[in-house]
């Protein structure tokens, strides 16, 4: 290979190997935070419990809130769910599989579907009951911990940029970290907002999808030009 004399492929190379150990420490951190987050819900720890009680009084939106807000609401919050999930991803999928991307392929369809059975086998265990609010969490019967929501639009936003990272330019980056980040938080104080989820649900939603994804790349290889990650057409 020759190396250009700037330098650049051996910078480029250099930023790739680094993304390893960092998603695997980013994995670690927020699988201890799902993990202390999860123990405080298991053993009412009250600090936890308190702040929870505080951020959801102050961010619900009302039980006699106006018709259109709880409908912007319900649009705002909708790409939490998962049939958004598949319909963003089937057209990404349907290129994968046409440039025989079979490992990229694979990862894709592990981390964006099974993230949703995977929270809520952890909604089972940790069995939160969903904040007291009439027009809230009142309303549904499913559990709380951690938000389906929260995880769901991490698991998305994060399969998107490690996809797409290879293939934009630096400025390009930035704005399209910028524009996950703020999707991800919007969600996320959505679920708060219909007073459906506490704080830690929602923290620990966005650690799980965050983790989930991440850990899958690793072990696909989708990550520092592995047999999974994308690379521009020739």
């Known amino acids: 290979m020759t190396v250009p004399p700037d330098g650049s492929s051996v910078v480029t190379r250099t930023r790739a190997t ?6 695997v420490g980013t994995v670690v951190v927020c699988l201890v935070v799902v ?6 819900v298991r053993t009412d720890f009250g600090p936890q419990l308190r ?8 961010l619900y939106a009302g039980d006699h809130r106006a018709v259109a807000l709880n409908d912007l609401l319900a649009v705002l919050t909708a790409p939490g769910l998962s049939w958004f999930r598949f319909v963003v991803f089937l057209p990404v999928l349907i290129v994968l599989v046409r440039r ?3 490992w990229t392929t694979a990862w894709v ?3 964006v579907v099974l993230i949703g059975p995977l929270t ?3 909604k089972i265990y940790f069995g939160r009951v969903r904040p007291d609010f ?10 709380s911990y951690p938000s389906g929501h929260s995880s769901g639009i991490a698991t998305l936003v994060t399969v998107a940029l490690v996809l797409a990272w290879p293939l934009l330019a630096a400025r390009a980056r930035h704005w399209a970290l910028a524009a996950g980040v703020g999707l991800v938080l919007l969600v996320g104080l959505t679920r708060m907002w219909l007073g459906v989820h506490f704080l830690s649900d929602v923290v620990g939603g966005w650690a799980l999808g965050l983790a989930w994804a991440l850990l899958t790349a690793l ?10 990650a994308l690379r521009p057409l020739s």
């Open 18 to 23: 680094r993304a390893v150990p960092a998603a």
């Open 120 to 122: 809520g086998v952890l």
């Open 219 to 228: 072990l696909f290889g989708a990550l520092a030009e592995g047999r999974a």
């Open 109 to 111: 369809v592990t981390a």
């Open 51 to 58: 702040l929870d009680a505080l951020v959801s009084e102050a």
């Open 100 to 102: 025989r991307a079979w």
């Open 35 to 40: 993990a202390l987050l999860g123990g405080g």
């Open 134 to 143: 009439t027009e809230g969490g009142a309303r549904l019967e499913s559990l």
